[in-house]
């Protein structure tokens, strides 16, 4: 079985091994459980994401204010929709404070990886697509 985090009501669900998340309903709140969409990580839900997501944890840190943050989230969107085997996220360090203070967050845009509850990577600034799958594949060959 595979945990996964329910993008939208932040339950965990278990689904069996060899079965596509993408296919299964959360049992909880009926949303798909893979929805290729980055989901919205806050203050209250960040731990359930990176602790119980079986699936490797993308986090792109983010500021409204932030002219840069703008122009990465097309290309980071574009690679959280063609990806089901990573979980992207996004965190918006003025909704979420107590968070961005705790990952250290010293400027955005920045992005975090995060597997079994552990960061294992972390960069800053602008990425046009093709570095932030250049990063997501160097990340994971790296914990493999
Ligand atoms: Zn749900």
Redo the contacts with the bound molecule.
């Keep these: 079985m595979t945990q996964y985090v ?1 993008p ?2 932040c ?1 965990v669900q278990s689904v069996p091994d060899g079965v596509r998340a993408v296919l299964i309903k ?1 049992g ?2 009926e ?1 798909a459980l893979h929805t290729f969409k980055p989901a919205e990580l806050n203050d209250d839900n960040i731990e359930a994401f990176i602790t119980q997501s079986d699936l490797p944890v993308v986090v792109k840190v983010e500021a409204q204010w932030c002219g840069p943050c703008k122009m990465m989230k097309p290309a980071f969107d574009q690679v959280a929709a063609e990806t089901d085997t990573l979980l992207f996220t996004t965190l918006d360090i003025e909704k979420a404070p107590e968070s961005a203070a705790e990952l250290g967050i010293r400027g955005v845009p920045a992005i975090i990886f995060f597997y079994g509850g552990k960061e294992v990577a972390r960069d800053s600034g602008l990425k046009n697509i093709h570095q932030i799958k250049q990063w997501l594949v160097q990340t994971v060959q790296s914990i493999s």
């Design positions: 329910c939208k009501c339950k959360c909880a709140c949303e």
